[in-house]
């Protein structure tokens, strides 16, 4: 949508016909904001997040994380005019003016007024989704346990020049100076085989995170108060892998590990499988360094390579907050070997 109020330009349109139901892909393609969606007069009803097909759900408004996606069904069953299509800052709701617009406008003939919409402040609906009953042929059979849980620490520090770095478990991440997939390929860097000791699953001598070949993970993304108190949300993604959506809560993680999580804890649905998830910041305001909100997601380790996990808000990302899983490399012998770093550049 367009936040563009320049009279001569206006809002984009999007004409509609009466009495038929559209498909609408949203997208979070946003580097920083948390936005909730809506349209005037129409309720969504979602169908899909992240690629996965859902349960249905009715709601008014639409939570969009950075990075994520939803399908939503909308019917054109309101008398025929012009009806505001509008989207606005959730969390940082201190700034309320970054407001953005649009119009949904039905083609036949129709009264000139525009129907508004007013957006909450406050809004989550996330953890009511479930994966589509009939679709669970299409995703693996959700583990009732995993074999190992991997804590991810999220926390912000100062830097001794006023600047500031994310880091996850006290490492802020950085860009290694050649492909590490392409390295092991090469020959240049060792494949990983000894998984005998992994605390928290990182592995220092490599900068990784490295994983058995299709172990169940349970990641745990802990938020933390920042220098000055305050929580953020972040939007976690997963390169390479979907998600359950297992449990999540307020404060610290109060268990030392998820071995005795089970699924589905008295719901007759699947949780929802998706790639990017919305950790909440809950309390807003505390003591630095500690917790303040946590989520768990449960995945598969059955795609051999290296993938990232990062917060989808850029600048969290840029500034350390992501990290590199080394999974089942030695799988990759198996099979054929890219061109060289400069060749590859070349034909991408």
């Known amino acids: ?18 009495n038929k ?30 690629g996965t097909y859902v349960n249905p759900v009715t709601t008014e408004f639409l939570e969009i994380a950075p990075g994520q996606r939803y399908s939503v069904l909308i019917t054109t069953n309101q008398i ?7 989207a ?24 000139q007024t525009i129907h508004t919409l007013t957006l909450p402040t406050q809004f989550a609906l996330s953890q009511s989704l479930t994966t589509l009953d009939n679709y669970n042929q299409f995703i693996p059979p959700l583990p009732t346990k995993s074999d190992r849980t991997i804590v991810i620490r999220g926390n912000q520090v100062l830097l001794i020049n006023d600047g500031r770095q994310w880091t996850v478990n006290s490492v802020s991440f950085t860009t290694p100076q050649s492909a590490v997939l392409l390295d092991l390929y090469s020959g240049k860097r060792p494949v990983y085989t000894d998984y005998s000791n992994l605390p928290n699953g990182y592995n220092a001598s490599i900068g990784t995170y490295p994983l058995r070949y299709k172990e169940t993970i349970d990641l745990v993304f802990q938020n933390t108060f920042g220098p000055e108190g305050k929580c953020e949300y972040h939007p976690w993604h997963l390169h390479g892998h979907a998600f359950w959506e297992i449990v999540e809560g307020p404060g610290e993680f109060p268990f030392s590990n998820t071995s005795s999580f089970t699924y ?17 910041p809950s309390p807003m305001f505390g003591t ?23 917060c989808h808000i850029v600048p969290h990302m840029l500034m350390g907050m992501m990290v590199a899983f080394e ?14 770093e400069k060749q590859f550049c070349l034909v991408h």
């Open 1 to 18: 949508t367009g936040g563009n109020n320049n009279d001569k330009c206006g809002p984009d349109k999007i004409w509609v016909e009466p």
């Open 21 to 50: 139901t559209y498909r609408l892909r949203i997208i979070g393609a946003t580097t920083l904001e948390d936005l909730v969606f809506g349209i005037a007069g129409h309720n969504m009803t979602i169908i899909e997040a992240d």
């Open 80 to 86: 025929p005019s012009d009806y505001q299509i509008t």
């Open 88 to 111: 606005n800052v959730l969390i940082r709701s201190d700034k309320p003016n970054r407001v953005a617009n649009a119009i949904l406008s039905y083609t036949f003939p129709k009264n």
């Open 264 to 280: 589905p804890n008295g719901k007759n649905s699947t949780p929802i499988y998706r790639d990017t998830t919305l950790v909440y």
């Open 288 to 310: 630095p360094s500690q917790g303040c909100g946590w989520k768990v997601v449960r995945f598969i380790a059955d795609n051999p390579g290296v993938w990232v996990a990062h």
């Open 327 to 340: 999974e089942a490399t030695a799988f990759l012998n198996d099979t054929t070997a890219p061109p060289t």
